[in-house]
């Protein structure tokens, strides 16, 4: 069946250290790949997403790129800040027919120190 | 982006009652919400799938009679974990589909539920 696997955490970093939360994926079809965000005491995010082979997703210094041949949607940030800090899940879409339902990983906490 | 509220936002009951947790889309209509349930260090699990007007699309090994949904406008949507028993404890979370934003999710902040 369909799944995510990310890499367990916490990951705690320094504040301008590089970041890479790994993300693969088990699935049928062709399915849109997302990374969610979610602070402390907040609801999830969007923070970026890709919907095919090769794309690549980014958005406040994050970026992603959807790896068909590796199942890989891996996490980056070049340089990572204290307000960096926060849950973050992978999620695929599940099934061709766009549904909208999302299959998430277990999530990574970040903590990043001044 | 669109907003979605949860209330209430935590919750104590005691063992046997019913608790109704809410759901809305503020600043746009939902025909299609979903509730999620999220145990401590775990992940996302989706429960049920809401639809505007008909009955909710339940998950396999999701009891439909303890976990009614009703979506009964196209901006609300509860979940009524109905006599709780303290395996009920956990985090629930709903989201709505955004027909502005083509197949995106926005979730709500989400509703702590412990039962004594």
């Known amino acids: 069946g369909n799944s995510v696997t990310q890499m367990e955490g916490p990951v705690t970093l320094s504040e301008e250290a590089f970041l890479t939360i790994n993300c693969t994926y088990t699935a049928t079809g062709y399915p849109s790949l997302f990374w969610y965000v979610q602070y402390p005491g907040e609801g999830l995010q969007l923070l970026l997403k890709a919907t095919k082979a090769d794309d690549k997703g980014s958005n406040k210094g994050f970026e992603a790129t959807y790896r068909k041949e590796t199942t890989s949607f891996h996490l980056e940030k070049g340089s990572v800040q204290v307000s960096d800090s926060a849950v973050y899940f992978c999620?695929?879409?599940?099934?061709?027919?766009?549904?909208?339902?999302?299959?998430f990983g277990q999530g990574t906490t970040l903590q990043v120190k001044p | 982006g669109a907003v979605v509220s949860q209330h209430p936002s935590w919750v104590i009951c005691k063992s046997g009652t019913s608790v109704k947790i809410e759901c809305r889309s503020l600043?746009?209509?939902?025909?299609?919400m979903f509730w999620y349930r999220q145990f401590p260090k775990q992940s996302l699990m989706l429960m049920a799938t809401?639809?505007?007007?008909?009955?909710?699309?339940?998950e396999q090994g999701v009891e439909k009679d303890k976990f009614l949904i009703n979506h009964a406008s196209l901006t609300l949507s509860t979940l009524t974990v109905t006599s709780a028993h303290p395996e009920d404890s956990s985090f629930y979370i709903c989201s709505s589909l955004s027909g502005r934003v083509y197949n995106e999710q926005f979730f709500g902040p989400g509703t702590r539920l412990t039962v004594l």
């Open positions: 809401s639809n505007e007007g008909s009955k909710a699309t339940y």
């Open positions: 999620a695929l879409n599940r099934g061709s027919s766009n549904t909208g339902k999302l299959i």
């Open positions: 600043d746009f209509q939902a025909t299609t």
